[in-house]
């Protein structure tokens, strides 16, 4: 197998861009990432989207998409993994370039999401839930997340506000991110004030309904210097999916996010690496209960004790084990098929040196986890910054 590096990245702002087809924003991260590479062709692409079909009533969504920015002809096929589509569609690129199977190969997260009443966006999302024990119930993912939010403080004693740094410290990356969605700061004060959705959540706790896009290109590491004109490659050094059960009531222990751990755990064997080794963090806060339980899944803290790396700064920029550099799902907001993909994109513009002013001093090593349903499937990459 060989070894494969991210040569190009591209992105479209997040938000409600209602101005956007899905096929316009796809077209347009996807040349901002061919520009970056250098390249004018590809040998595939392939799409990471949830409810292209559901909401934009669009299905056949790559080709599309290969049509639309002139690569006619090439090999190209959407990949459905819930939330976690971007990072899916990402492993299945990995795995072509690796294998052999092609030399170039193009990597897109989409989703339009906006252009439908929130009724239908909300009942799209939850597609990813248990249909017949969880949706036929009226549970909502808001839902889902609140109850596994209320056991966390029950279990572990701590209060509502005790998350508050999560998206505290989202909000404050984002002001620097021109794609964010989001690039006001908040304080604990309004936090603490936001209009209540499913108790204990609130609506800071969670990321916003977005539309946007994202892309990569990928190529054999040992072609990387062909393309692009950066001073650093950054190699793919781990690409793992694990699953879980899809219903919360049917896990082993629902404040333990078991596929987090199994994908973590591979990846950080596949790469050679433990946590120790990881200069930032991009995960998955569609809440901010998913925060803390990633980071304790991925052996950055005990059980029980992943609330007290917002609460001691560590997840800052300036912190022990950086989170949502950019803004994350919270802040730069979650188009959730393409989430994944603006994961990796910031992961990599850390490991260029190309983050602007929220640059990590010493970024080497990142990783980034894409969530699909409430756990059901999580999808770990780590990537090396190289010289």
Not at 251 to 270: G, K, T, V, W
Not at 295 to 322: M, N, V
């Amino acid at each position: 197998m060989r070894n494969v590096a991210i040569v190009g990245i591209g992105q479209t702002p997040v938000g409600e861009l209602w101005e956007k087809s899905i096929r316009h924003l796809g077209h347009d991260a996807v040349v901002a990432a061919m520009h970056d590479a250098g390249i004018e062709t590809a040998d595939a692409l392939y799409v990471g989207n949830m409810l292209s079909g559901e909401l934009a009533g669009q299905e056949h969504l790559a080709t599309l998409i290969a049509d639309f920015v002139g690569l006619r002809g090439i090999e190209a096929a959407k990949v459905e993994a819930a939330c976690a589509s971007g990072a899916a569609a990402l492993r299945v690129g990995v795995m072509a370039v690796a294998s052999g199977q092609a030399d170039v190969v193009i990597v897109a997260g989409v989703e339009k999401m906006t252009d439908t009443p929130i009724d239908e966006t909300t009942a799209g999302l939850a597609l990813a839930a248990d249909q017949e024990y969880e949706v036929a119930e009226g549970a909502t993912f808001v839902a889902l997340n609140a109850m596994l939010m209320q056991r966390y403080m029950h279990e572990y004693g701590v209060s509502h506000r005790d998350f508050a740094p999560f998206p505290i410290n989202a909000h404050a990356n984002a002001r620097n991110n021109p794609f964010a969605m989001f690039r006001s700061p908040i304080t604990l004060d309004k936090y603490e004030k936001a209009t209540v959705i499913a108790p204990p959540i609130n609506i800071l706790d969670s990321s916003p309904v977005c539309d946007g896009a994202a892309a990569v290109v990928l190529v054999p590491l040992e072609r990387a210097r062909e393309f692009g004109r950066h001073k650093r490659i950054v190699r793919v050094a781990a690409s793992v999916t694990a699953t879980d059960t899809i219903a919360i009531h049917d896990r082993r222990d629902p404040l333990f996010l078991e596929a987090a751990y199994l994908s973590s755990q591979r990846a950080y064997a596949q790469a050679g690496l433990g946590p120790e080794d990881i200069d930032l963090f991009e995960l998955h806060d569609a809440f901010s209960i998913m925060s803390v339980l990633s980071l304790e899944a991925c052996g950055f803290a005990p059980r029980g004790r992943g609330i007290e790396l917002g609460q001691s700064g560590a997840i800052t920029l300036g912190g022990k084990i950086p989170i949502t550099t950019m803004g994350g799902l919270k802040a730069r907001g979650h188009p959730v098929g393409a989430t994944g993909i603006y994961q990796v994109v910031e992961a990599v513009q850390q490991l260029r040196g190309e983050a602007g002013a929220n640059q990590l001093p010493h970024a080497h090593v990142a990783m980034t986890q894409n969530i699909g349903g409430s756990g059901a499937t999580i999808i770990t990459h780590i990537l090396v910054g190289e010289e």
